[in-house]
């Protein structure tokens, strides 16, 4: 069986939602953030950087959610969503799954600076180009087809959803309400019965059982 090191408002809720789409069994192990609002001490004990999400699959820890998707997609779970090498789509499926680290540095260093009250010179600079430029591309995308990797939900959209949704969400005021595309995609992911159970159990506003 699975484990799941969750850690309290943070993105290991989408292996939560990933084993609810998958219909398996899981533990969940639940760790608070800290009162600096970091991951506490003793999840160093399962990742050297203290970064969500984690799991153990018998001996084996493993970290990085686009890491642990794709294990658990593969190992447990026959494949589903997931693109196989064959499939045309193959490469809009890779693209996709990586968007959302991609993302999520650009938006991390404009919170940081944003905090910070400053403009970041030429780094403020290059990740408001990539931020604005990587989602104008995601919304473009989103023109075209429902999900990133085409015509069905795949692990592509199970990554990117903190990034289009939680992220925003969590921000106050969401920072991506011009992408009209972005948004009815948003709508669409978060109708899934999996991610309201995910959420409910780990999601942002979920309480530790
Ligand atoms: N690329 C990593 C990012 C993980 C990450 O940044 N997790 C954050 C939570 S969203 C974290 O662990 N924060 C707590 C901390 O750094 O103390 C992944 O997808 O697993």
């Known amino acids: 069986m699975i ?45 050297p950087a203290a970064m969500a999400p984690v799991i153990r699959d018998g001996d084996r820890l493993l970290a990085e959610s686009v890491a642990i998707v794709q294990y658990i997609a593969h190992r447990y779970g026959g494949g589903r969503l997931t693109v196989a090498p064959d499939d045309e789509n193959y490469a809009d499926y890779l693209y996709w799954l990586e968007f959302n680290n991609n993302a999520q540095c650009g938006m991390f260093i404009k ?56 992220v925003p969400e969590l921000s106050g005021g969401n920072m991506l309400a011009s992408y009209t595309n972005i948004q009815r995609y948003g709508e669409r992911v978060t109708q899934r019965s999996a991610w309201q159970r995910a959420m409910a159990i780990a999601g942002p506003k979920a309480k530790r059982p």
């Open 111 to 166: 919170g940081a600076l944003k905090a910070a009250g400053h403009d970041g010179g030429l780094i403020g600079m290059v990740s408001q180009r990539r931020t604005d430029g990587l989602f104008q591309q995601m919304d473009d995308h989103l023109a075209t087809w429902p999900y990133l990797a085409g015509e069905e939900f795949t692990l592509a959209d199970l990554m990117s959803a903190f990034a289009v949704v939680t």
């Open 3 to 47: 484990t799941i090191y969750h850690l309290g408002v943070s993105q290991s809720d989408r292996v939560v939602w990933l084993m609810e789409e998958l219909g398996l069994p899981y533990d969940l192990v639940w760790y608070d953030r800290n009162e600096e609002g970091i991951a506490p001490p003793e999840y160093l004990a399962l990742h």
